[in-house]
C-alpha cells in the first residue's frame, strides 16, 4: 500500500415534520413538536469530545500547515472546520457526493498506518428527521490501482480546494457508485440530528456540514490489538461537466 503524507436553513418539511408550515390541529402540532423536539435537544453525539479532540490534532498537525506542499487542503479544511461546526441545510432528498477519506492507525500514541483513499456516501433523509447515510472507501483491487487511486485523490482535492486542474476521470465515480449499492463493503448507519450534526451507528459515526459539503469522523476500535483507525472524511458534490 503506498503511503500519502497529508502534507442551511433546515427544511421544515424535513426537520420540524412541517409543522408551522401548514395548519394542524393543536394536538396534531403539540405532538409533532414533543416528538422533533427530542433528538434535537442533544447536547452531543457519544464520544464527540474524543473525535473533536483528534481531529483538532489532525487539523493543526504538521501535516496541514499550508507551507507544506503535499498537504491535502481538502482534509486540513474540513478537519478545521469540525469543531465549531453546527447542524444546517439537511438533504430534502438522497444525494452522493464523493471524496477522500483519511485513515490513521494508533496503538497508544504510536502511529503505526496511514492511508488516504478516495471516497463516497449517501445521504438519504428519513421521516423521523434524521438521515441515512451509507459510506463507500475505495480500496486497491489490483496492483495498477494504488498509484492510480494515489493521483486520484491528489486531483480530486486540487479540483475542488484550490480551483486547479480536473477531477479525478469519470470512471471513479462510477466506481465509487458502484461501490455504494453493494451489499458487503459499505458502511451503513441511521443518524439522528445532534447540536453539531448527525451521529449514530456502531461504531458511533458523526456527520457534519461545512462550506463545501459533508465532513465524517468514525474510530474503529481492535480491543484484542489494542489498536484504534481513525477516519476522518470530506465529501463534496462531484462536477457536473468533466
Not at 483528534?54 to 504538521?62: F, I, M, Q, R, Y
Not at 469519470?170 to 451521529?199: D, I, K, M, N
Request: hydrophobic share 35%.
Amino acid at each position: 500500500m503506498r503511503m500519502f503524507p497529508m502534507g442551511m436553513v433546515v427544511s421544515c418539511a424535513v426537520m420540524l415534520g412541517a409543522a408551522g408550515c401548514t395548519k394542524r390541529k393543536q394536538s396534531e402540532t403539540t405532538q409533532t413538536t414533543q416528538t422533533t423536539q427530542s433528538p434535537l435537544a442533544m447536547k452531543e453525539a457519544p464520544g464527540a469530545a474524543h473525535r473533536a479532540g483528534w481531529v483538532k490534532e489532525l487539523a493543526t498537525s504538521d501535516s496541514c500547515v499550508p507551507e507544506t506542499p503535499s498537504n491535502y487542503k481538502g482534509v486540513c479544511l474540513a478537519a478545521a472546520a469540525f469543531g465549531d461546526a453546527r447542524r444546517g441545510q439537511a438533504p430534502t432528498q438522497t444525494v452522493r457526493l464523493w471524496g477522500m477519506t483519511f485513515r490513521e492507525r494508533y496503538k497508544g500514541a504510536e502511529l503505526l498506518q496511514q492511508n488516504i483513499l478516495l471516497a463516497a456516501i449517501e445521504l438519504t433523509p428519513t421521516a423521523d428527521g434524521g438521515l441515512r447515510v451509507t459510506l463507500f472507501e475505495q480500496w486497491p483491487e489490483s496492483e495498477s490501482d494504488i498509484d492510480y487511486l494515489g493521483s486520484a485523490c491528489e486531483q480530486l482535492d486540487h479540483h475542488h480546494f484550490r480551483g486547479e486542474g480536473k477531477p479525478p476521470e469519470p470512471r471513479w465515480l462510477g466506481r465509487l457508485w458502484t461501490g455504494l449499492g453493494r451489499e458487503e463493503g459499505p458502511r451503513r448507519a441511521q443518524l439522528q440530528p445532534t447540536v453539531q450534526g448527525y451521529a449514530g451507528g456502531e461504531p458511533p459515526l458523526e456527520l457534519r456540514a461545512f462550506p463545501k459539503g459533508w465532513m465524517v469522523a468514525t474510530e474503529e476500535l481492535d480491543a484484542e490489538a489494542g489498536e484504534e483507525t481513525r477516519v476522518f472524511g470530506v465529501f463534496v458534490p462531484p462536477p457536473e461537466k468533466w
